[in-house]
């Protein structure tokens, strides 16, 4: 797996942390660890940006946050889901390979650069 996967990979978790940790948080001192995980997640989405292409990952980051969002609100906050929510789910995990594939099609069409600078 290429470390920027990684990156992708932590980048979705960290978001899940500081989300679930705006909805508990009830003390000033809270927000610390917060605000960390904040941080830390947007040093793992810039790294992934890196080396992958942004919008590819920006729509990771956003679906994973999306979904992982509203699951939560399922299994921690006794929230609903209904088949809306479940519809609207599967379409944004659609969009998001649809997005893989469009991205793998377009740098294969890409000419390889050799040495040679492009303005």
């Not at 946050?65 to 929230?79: H, I, K, N, Q, R």
């Not at 609903?80 to 377009?106: E, M, P, R, W």
């Amino acid at each position: 797996m290429n470390k920027a996967w990684i990156y992708v990979a932590l980048t979705s978790l960290f978001e899940l942390v500081w989300v679930f940790g705006f909805n508990v948080a009830s003390e000033w001192w809270h927000w610390i660890p917060i605000i960390v995980f904040i941080f830390f997640d947007f040093h793992f989405l810039a790294q992934a940006c890196a080396s992958l292409p942004t919008g590819t990952v920006y729509a990771i980051f956003a679906a994973t946050g999306t979904v992982g969002t509203a699951l939560m609100d399922v299994f921690f906050f006794d929230e609903t889901l209904g088949v809306g929510k479940l519809f609207f789910i599967f379409i944004l995990i659609l969009g998001v390979i649809g997005l893989n594939i469009a991205d793998s099609v377009d740098e294969k069409k890409k000419p390889v650069n050799k040495g040679g600078s492009v303005h």
